[in-house]
């Protein structure tokens, strides 16, 4: 459970890294879908990152999202004294930001008792699944925004189809990229240390 100063630290800090990214099509992006104004923003900020597994109770998935990142950011840091400079850390902050979003859509409250909220799936989420349905929002906002780069967009749609890591887990691809097996390894870390919370 999240209390509300928990809760105030972790939406400054996502609009924090909001603002550090420089590329102009990520940017944009990702403030259209969570930035303040955002047409995700109220719901991203108080959905749960699972039904049960990890990060289950209201504001999961914007914890579960900013603590990919952090991953992300420190391994980089760390990978750059190893000559990975080549990493595209900003297309894996954005990942980071969206790759759960589809889950706004996967959970619905079935039951609050005890102060615990209890989960359940929607018929979209039984239907379509988050990762799917991620990829699927991110994709059609992609095509709003005037000159995305192409590559980019495939780069970024490969590591949210591919974030699950394996067919068992219930990835839709497998990864083929730097980013998108870095991206995987960032993710499965912070659901494995969370399970159960």
């Known amino acids: 459970m999240i209390n509300e100063e928990t809760h105030n630290f972790l939406t400054n ?17 990702c403030y259209n879908l969570v930035g303040k104004d955002g047409k995700h923003r109220e719901e991203y900020l108080i959905a749960p990152a699972a039904k049960g597994f990890h990060h289950a109770y209201p504001g999961g998935l914007l914890e579960h999202s ?12 760390l990978m750059k004294r190893y000559k990975y400079e080549s990493l595209d850390i900003e297309l894996m902050i954005t990942a980071a930001l969206l790759h759960d979003i589809g889950k706004i859509q996967e959970y619905v409250v079935i039951d609050v008792s005890d102060d615990k909220t209890y989960y359940g799936f929607t018929e979209t989420g039984k ?71």
């Open 13 to 29: 800090k996502l609009d924090d890294l909001l603002s550090r990214i420089s590329n102009p099509h990520l940017s944009e992006l």
């Open 66 to 77: 900013l603590e990919v990142a952090d991953f992300c950011i420190s391994d980089y840091e």
């Open 127 to 197: 239907m379509i699944g988050h990762l799917c349905l991620s990829a699927l929002w991110v994709y059609s906002e992609i095509e709003k925004i005037q000159n995305f780069p192409h590559e980019l967009q495939e780069h970024l749609s490969h590591i949210l189809l591919s974030h699950h890591g394996r067919v068992e887990w219930g990835t839709a691809v497998l990864p083929k990229t730097k980013e998108a097996e870095f991206f995987h390894m960032a993710d499965h870390r912070s659901a494995t240390i969370a399970k159960g919370y």
